[in-house]
T-cell receptor, first 112, second 114 residues
């Protein structure tokens, strides 16, 4: 089975631009979470979605938004990019009833 | 609020030596605790988890961790280090059974010396 897949794997943007990151969960997983990992730090929770509804949000500004589609894939959008948004963005999925997240390899965003 | 403290941002051991990575947590409710490993340019891979069953948890690749409530600790150990164990290790805590929202520590980089 395919794991959690994320795209793009790497991208470079400039300050003020907008970015969209995509995530496809493992087949059968209806819950998706997003994490931001700044270089040298542990991942920080951004959003959780289950059955297309937001179920949790971390301490991130409104420039960050996400959505989940009927096929359970998800997008993370970041507007008005700042240099500090440079990070590895990780998507994770979970099957209902389990208590383990499976992470994708991430999308590495560089903001210049 | 929950938090995780990993003591030592960098640990270096010789091949064949004991690996000990320290993790202390803070939680107002019984915690769910995890150790993840991250290899260069990769995502996170689950090593093991504690979910209120046995206090000594065995994971993949010969790693294990012991939950000590009195010490609020969940240290990760491996009796004999292998070169392939070189990676970044993260301890994480969650307060919900679904463990969807994890709070991670800062990570410990493990280096194995030949």
């Amino acid at each position: 089975d395919a794991g959690v897949t994320q795209s793009p794997t790497h991208l470079i943007k400039t300050r003020g631009q907008h970015v969209t990151l995509r995530c496809s969960p493992i087949s059968g997983h209806k819950s998706v979470s997003w994490y931001q990992q700044v270089l040298g730090q542990g991942p920080q929770f951004i959003f959780q979605y289950y059955e297309k509804e937001e179920r949790g949000r971390g301490n991130f500004p409104d420039r960050f938004s996400a959505r989940q589609f009927p096929n359970y894939s998800s997008e993370l959008n970041v507007n008005a990019l700042l240099l500090g948004d440079s990070a590895l963005y990780l998507c994770a999925s979970r099957v209902f009833g389990a208590n383990v997240l499976t992470f994708g390899a991430g999308s590495r965003l560089t903001v210049l | 609020a929950q938090s995780v403290t990993q003591l030592g941002s960098h640990v270096s051991v010789s091949e064949g030596a004991l690996v000990l990575l320290r993790c202390n947590y803070s939680s107002s409710v019984p915690p769910y605790l995890f150790w993840y490993v991250q290899y260069p340019n990769q995502g996170l891979q689950l090593l093991l988890k504690y979910t209120s069953a046995a206090t000594l948890v065995k994971g993949i690749n010969g790693f294990e961790a012991e939950f000590k409530k009195s010490e609020t600790s969940f240290h990760l150990t491996k009796p004999s280090a292998h070169m392939s164990d070189a990676a970044e290790y993260f301890c994480a805590v969650s307060d919900d059974p679904g463990a969807q929202k994890l709070v991670f520590g800062q990570g410990t980089r493990l280096t194995i010396n030949p």
